[in-house]
């Protein structure tokens, strides 16, 4: 027999995993990129790094920005349900508390249970609860912008690293390939880690995330390579 006790499911704690792999997997191949790109185009070793340098700063400035506009979007949104909700409280108390206890039916209670639930906890706290089963809003989810701005910049420039120190002791000669194979067994390594977090087929996400990452590496060396002939 199963011992008692608090099951543990993957999607526990998923979505900060999810966002940081993003991050980090957008750095790598934004800053592997372009510093590819610029290398494809016949530039000298200290413009490489120049570029790399310029799109770990930028992007993880991007991320910070629209991650920060983002989240805030989103907070003001759940205020101002809040603020309709707590003024629907305040104008019709027993018509709030059907709709909760309707709530409760729906999700299977039987509507005498429901409605002794619904009574039960709008007297404890009516505006969580319809913020909670209504609204579906959370106190633990409650958006943070300035620290998903943080969280976002971070993860960004930590993946962006990788290319831009791996491409300043690479030799100018095969900067490329030595960018090309230091990111992609990164993308490697954080496609299965989030793979495995989540449960799923760790060879197929790793792979995944390598193959399109390559995809876009490749189509960025290319563009460079065709500009650096025609300028």
């Given at each position: 027999m199963r011992p008692r006790g608090h099951e543990h499911h993957q999607l526990t704690g998923i979505g900060w995993l999810r966002a940081?792999?993003?991050g980090a997997n957008d750095g790598i191949v934004s800053t592997a990129s372009l510093m590819l790109g610029v290398a494809a185009a016949h530039a000298d070793h200290a413009n490489v790094l120049i570029s790399g340098f310029a799109a770990l700063v930028a992007g993880a400035m991007s991320m910070a920005s629209g991650e920060y506009v983002s989240v805030h979007s989103q907070a003001d949104t759940e205020a101002a349900a809040l603020a309709q909700e707590r003024a629907e409280l305040d104008g019709d108390y027993a018509g709030e508390s059907r709709e909760l206890t309707d709530i409760y039916?729906?999700?299977?209670?039987?509507?005498p249970l429901a409605r002794q639930v619904a009574e039960q906890l709008m007297a404890h706290d009516a505006l969580g609860s319809h913020a909670r089963d209504e609204l579906g809003l959370s106190a633990t989810n409650r958006p943070r912008p300035l620290q998903a701005a943080l969280a976002s910049a971070l993860s960004f420039a930590s993946g962006a690293l990788v290319p831009l120190l791996v491409g300043a002791f690479?030799?100018?000669?095969?900067i490329a390939a030595v960018i090309v194979g230091a990111s992609l067994l990164c993308l490697l390594i954080l496609g299965g880690l989030s793979a495995q977090a989540g449960g799923a087929n760790v060879p197929t996400g790793a792979l995944r995330v390598a193959f399109w990452s390559a995809l876009a590496m490749a189509v960025t060396a290319g563009a460079g390579a065709l500009f650096g002939s025609i300028a």
């Open positions: 940081a792999v993003l039916v729906r999700r299977g209670l039987d509507a690479a030799p100018q000669h095969h």
